[in-house]
């Protein structure tokens, strides 16, 4: 076995793929959170349907985007692993549960990522899988480049693709696949929207304990940086962005 095998199949290396995807799905976050904030625009759908248009369209974030779904599927693997490795070193529980200097989240992070990879599936399900390969419905933008005026029909294609663009007479035109409309249907369902708020609380949790403990596994938890390192994993990883995330669904279930 290399020393490279060795490294990454060991206890560290475990926990160093495990941080090293982990931060790459709170860059993550990050980009499609703001992307996302498309869908509160009050224009019909239309920058939130370009916005999707240019994530799927786009080379360089196509290749992200692999990179992502690889990402969920090894943290979610090696963390299965890692359960399973610590439960065969310990095949009888404690008889009591220490609790001295753990937080719940870092004793419970096996449910919130199960909570968490249920969500992502359906997310999938719902949003990407359709708007690939379902009855996405198409949509019409007409823009007056003159007044800055926009209306919108549904079409039932937007010319057998997905988007197009162009101007003719002085009005820019715009055709395609209606996602924004997927979105506000699928978020009146209340069924829906709850799982997605309780997938939101379960990512809070996760994060509280699994970005701080990302960097600590890279050693970068100095004293130093350690207090900047806390706040942003506390209020911008664990609080205002599952509370981004958890507006959306309830934006359109009460609008």
């Known amino acids: 076995m290399s020393n490279f095998s060795k490294t990454f199949s060991s206890s560290l290396g475990r926990k160093l793929i495990m941080c090293l995807t982990g931060l790459f799905l709170c860059s993550f976050l990050i980009i499609h959170l703001t992307g996302n904030f498309q869908l509160f625009k009050n224009d019909d759908g239309?920058?939130?349907?370009?916005?999707a248009h240019f994530m799927t369209h786009f080379t360089p974030?196509?290749?992200?985007s692999y990179l992502?779904?690889?990402s969920i599927l090894v943290h979610t693997i090696w963390a299965i692993i890692i359960t399973q490795k610590n439960k065969k070193s310990r095949p009888v529980a404690y008889a009591v549960q220490p609790k001295e200097g753990s937080i719940w989240s870092s004793r419970n992070m096996g449910i919130l990522g199960t909570i968490l990879f249920v969500f992502?599936?359906?997310h999938m399900s719902n949003f990407w899988y359709e708007y690939h390969w379902g009855n996405t419905p198409f949509i019409e933008y007409r823009t007056d480049l003159n007044t800055g005026t926009t209306v919108s029909k549904e079409i039932s294609s937007a010319e057998y693709t997905d988007y197009?663009?162009?101007?003719?007479?002085g009005v820019e035109i715009i055709k395609s696949k209606d996602l924004y409309k997927a979105v506000a249907?699928?978020?009146q369902q209340w069924w829906i929207v709850a799982l997605y708020v309780l997938a939101m609380v379960a990512l809070s949790f996760h994060l509280v304990h699994g970005f701080q403990s990302a960097f600590q596994t890279l050693g970068w938890?100095?004293?130093k940086y350690k207090p900047l390192i806390n706040f942003v994993g506390i209020w911008v990883f664990s609080v205002i962005i599952p509370i981004g995330f958890a507006a959306m669904p309830l934006?359109?279930?009460?609008k």
């Open 46 to 51: 239309l920058a939130f349907n370009q916005y």
């Open 61 to 64: 974030i196509k290749v992200v």
């Open 68 to 70: 992502l779904y690889s």
């Open 120 to 122: 992502i599936v359906v």
């Open 164 to 169: 197009v663009s162009y101007v003719d007479n």
């Open 185 to 187: 249907f699928s978020f």
């Open 221 to 223: 938890n100095h004293s």
């Open 251 to 254: 934006y359109f279930l009460f």
